[in-house]
T-cell receptor, first 113, second 111 residues
Framework: GAVVSQHPSWVICKSGTSVKIECRSLDFQATTMFWYRQFPKQSLMLMATSNEGSKATYEQGVEKDKFLINHASLTLSTLTVTSAHPEDSSFYIC?????????FGPGTRLTVL | SQQGEEDPQALSIQEGENATMNCSYKTSINNLQWYRQNSGRGLVHLILIRSNEREKHSGRLRVTLDTSKKSSSLLITASRAADTASYFCATDTSGTYKYIFGTGTRLKVLA
């Protein structure tokens, strides 16, 4: 099946710094990708829909200036957590839409000290 | 926001028993998927069921969908210790593959 990768798989950063997470569709083109976050022992919460060549669509309550999404190519979407704080520590998971289905990446664990 | 609520929130059973998890959702759906997630890991896709389908099987898994009740169930038969994980339903209401996840069920299978 299709593969979606994420990089890095884990990252630790200091409070106030920015962190970029990449989501790549390895063997298919994805005009649409989705970003989710998951706190420990909780479910996945949809953050935004990333559309190639246009602005991302954010879910209610998600700060678009804090979570910058760029979908510059058909195989790559990036999520930048700006001025990260400890409360941003979470598991971030992306997914990419193939025409008939959706594939999830393995996730990126962000820890902000 | 969460589209689906799952129950039970946690389930502990003995190996060999069957496990049933239920998912209820709020608005009409295009399709519904079930996923498994081991602790701290990524998602594993289990089954997709479309709104015009009522039941699907895959190995030891059986999924039902009742659109009139806005609910779905996942049955795992003859459970194994390796089935220990969190299970989530996810619904697509618009046919755009924008999935909203349920609250999840934490399953523990005791050897």
């Amino acid at each position: 099946g299709a593969v979606v990768s994420q990089h890095p798989s884990w990252v630790i950063c200091k409070s106030g710094t920015s962190v970029k997470i990449e989501c790549r569709s390895l063997d298919f083109q994805a005009t649409t990708m989705f970003w989710y976050r998951q706190f420990p022992k909780q479910s996945l919460m949809l953050m935004a829909t990333s559309n190639e060549g246009s602005k991302a669509t954010y879910e209610q309550g998600v700060e678009k200036d804090k979570f910058l999404i760029n979908h510059a190519s058909l195989t790559l979407s990036t999520l930048t957590v700006t001025s990260a704080h400890p409360e941003d520590s979470s598991f971030y998971i992306c997914s990419a839409r193939d025409p008939d289905t959706q594939y999830f990446g393995p996730g990126t664990r962000l820890t902000v000290l | 926001s969460q589209q689906g609520e799952e129950d039970p929130q946690a389930l502990s059973i003995q190996e060999g028993e069957n496990a049933t998890m239920n998912c209820s959702y709020k608005t009409s759906i295009n399709n519904l998927q079930w996923y498994r997630q081991n602790s701290g890991r990524g998602l594993v896709h289990l089954i997709l069921i479309r709104s015009n389908e009522r039941e699907k099987h895959s190995g030891r898994l059986r999924v039902t969908l009742d659109t009139s009740k806005k609910s779905s169930s996942l049955l795992i038969t003859a459970s194994r210790a390796a089935d220990t994980a969190s299970y989530f339903c996810a619904t697509d209401t618009s046919g755009t593959y924008k999935y909203i996840f349920g609250t999840g069920t934490r399953l523990k299978v005791l050897a």
